[in-house]
Structures are given as structure tokens and as C-alpha cells.
């Protein structure tokens, strides 16, 4: 019987709650500020745009952390899983653009701010350790 790879590592899954968090805390912080600052519709255009980032990095990251068999198992899902969030995001996008309610500029910097954040996270969390 092979054995299973667990991707139950306490820092793997940290760092991934981390990366969501911060998703969360861009997507929200910027969906206020453009609220206040030029309304509702910008401000739900904001929230709709990283909501899209979000849900579709979850996705990815609930794919990537289910237990395999193998590493090529492993490597298969995660394919897999940023496949799915491509299409996903695509396929959001053009719902939303159908819509023709959807104000741009909030909506793209908040999706963004969503990028920005899985990728500075990961960064920021190795800060501090030793390279060997």
C-alpha cells in the first residue's frame, strides 16, 4: 500500500490561513475605503473584485491541501487546482462584466490587492528564518 501525503504540516496550513486572512482583510479595508470615499458602487465593486480573488484562491488551497497518495498526486492537484482558479476567475469576471453595474478601477485594485497578498505573505513569513 503506498503511503498517504499528508498535507497536514501545522506551518503549511498556517500559512495558507495567513495568505486568506490577509485576502479577507484587503478585500474588506479596501471595499470601506472606496465606500466612503465615492460610494456604495465603488465600494461593492471593491468587495466584488477581491471576493473574486478570495473565493477562487480557497478554492485552489482547499484543492492543493487534500491528502494524495504520491507526489505526482500531489503535483496533480495542484495543477489541478490553479486551473480551476483561472477558470473560476475568468468565469466570475465575465459574469460580472455582463452585469454592466460593476465600477472597474475598484473592482481591478481590490482583485489585485488579493494577488498582492498571496504573494507578499509567503514572502513575509520567511523573514527571520536561516537559509541552509
Known amino acids: 500500500m503506498l503511503p498517504l501525503i499528508l498535507t497536514r504540516d501545522p506551518d503549511t496550513r498556517r500559512l495558507a490561513a495567513r495568505i486568506l486572512l490577509a485576502q479577507s482583510a484587503s478585500t474588506i479595508g479596501l471595499a470601506a475605503l472606496?465606500?466612503?470615499?465615492?460610494?456604495l458602487r465603488h465600494g461593492a465593486s471593491a468587495l466584488v473584485g477581491g471576493g473574486i480573488g478570495l473565493v477562487a484562491n480557497l478554492f485552489m488551497t482547499l484543492m492543493a491541501l487534500r491528502t494524495v497518495r504520491s507526489a505526482g498526486g500531489a503535483l496533480g492537484r495542484l495543477l489541478v487546482g490553479q486551473f480551476a482558479k483561472?477558470?473560476?476567475?475568468?468565469?466570475l469576471f465575465v459574469v460580472v462584466a455582463r452585469t454592466?453595474?460593476?465600477?472597474?478601477p475598484p473592482f481591478l485594485v481590490a482583485y489585485v490587492a488579493t494577488l498582492v497578498a498571496f504573494a507578499v505573505v509567503p514572502l513575509m513569513s520567511g523573514q527571520g528564518?536561516?537559509?541552509k
Do not use: E, P, Q, S
Request: glycine residues 20%; proline residues 0%.
Open 34 to 39: 472606496f465606500g466612503l470615499v465615492w460610494g
Open 86 to 91: 483561472v477558470g473560476l476567475t475568468v468565469a
Open 100 to 104: 454592466g453595474k460593476v465600477a472597474w
Open 129 to 131: 528564518r536561516d537559509i
